[in-house]
C-alpha cells in the first residue's frame, strides 16, 4: 500500500493552521471594530480611569490656597478652579499626572461660607465647601 509522504502532510498540516488563525484573526478584528466603532472606547475608558480630587482648602487672613490631587491613572488637563461658581485665576498646570498634587493660591474671598470645585477634561471634584 502506497502512502502519502510524511513532507506532504506536514506541509499540509501547516497550512491548515495558518489558514485557521487567519480566518480567526479576521473573524475577531471585525467582531471587535463593530462592537467598538471610532474612538469612544478610548474616551470612555480614559474618562472611567479618571479621578479629581480637592484635598485642601486653607483661607487665612492674607491669602488662600487649595491643593488638587490627580487620584486616578491617567493625566489630566485643562484644569479650573471654581469659587461659588466663577473661575478663579491663576496658572493652571498644562498636564496633572498621576498621583501628583497641585497647589493652587488665589486672593481671599470675603468672609463667609464658599463652596469650590474643579473641572478637568476628564474628571471633576465633588462641592467642597470651607469657612473663613
Known sequence: ???????????LLVLIAVSLVSAVYFWSTSVVFESYPGGEVSHQYQRSRACLSLEQINITATAS????RNCGMVPLSNMMLYMDSVQVSFQYPTSLDPNVNFTVTFTKPASGSHSFFVVA????????????
Open 1 to 11: 500500500m502506497k502512502g502519502v509522504s510524511t513532507i506532504v502532510v506536514e506541509i
Open 121 to 132: 477634561d476628564l474628571a471633576e471634584t465633588p462641592l467642597m465647601t470651607a469657612s473663613n
Open 65 to 68: 490656597s487649595a491643593i488638587i
